[in-house]
């Protein structure tokens, strides 16, 4: 056994838990960030974030259930009152009209890890089929939630439809970045 060069050389190679735990603060970090690209709608209780683009990635960089952790780490530092959300924090928060969305995130990052476990995140197509699966899972909680803030007849116009183009450019960008992860990976040959 050759002897470790740092701490953390030491630390990686002793413990997966340790390996676990950075992956999960780095997830919910990249979330944080990309939940605070938030702009607030006047029409809309749902602000236009980055946060769906880092829970997809979450999701396809570390599989169906460190991406699903991670996710539910992130909402669980945002429900303990972290200032982590694009909004606000605490249980009350979470129990507003976004809070659907926060959890349907969880759902997204499990699907879409589980799609990027079966291969689906080497090829743009498949990689955007991961991701729009995953976004269906959190429009389809989020808008449920929703529905009870607003009614069936507002819900698609608040909550949905002034979110399809910029979610479509989203997994348009994450669909472009996986394929091209996995070919610098193969070139620089690091598998």
Known sequence: MTAATTLTDA?????????T???????TLLITLLARV?????FSPIPFTGQTLAVLLVGALLGSRLG?????????????????????????????PTGGYLLGCIAAA????????????????TAAM???????????????WLMMFTGPGEVLTLGLYPFIVTDLLKIGFAAAVL?????????FHLL
Request: proline share 6%.
């Open 110 to 125: 499990w699907i879409t890890g589980c799609l990027a476990e079966r291969g689906w995140d080497r090829s743009f197509f």
């Open 21 to 27: 735990l950075t992956l999960v603060l780095t997830g």
């Open 130 to 144: 991961a991701m729009l699966a995953g976004n269906t899972a959190i429009y389809l909680v989020g808008l449920t």
């Open 11 to 19: 630390l990686l190679k002793r413990t997966h838990r340790f390996r």
């Open 38 to 42: 938030a702009i607030p709608l006047p």
């Open 68 to 96: 699903a952790l991670t996710v539910a780490a992130y909402v669980a530092q945002g429900a303990a009152g972290l200032p982590v959300f694009a909004q606000g924090a605490g249980p009350a928060y979470l129990a507003g």
């Open 179 to 187: 394929p091209m992860g996995w070919s610098l990976t193969r070139r």
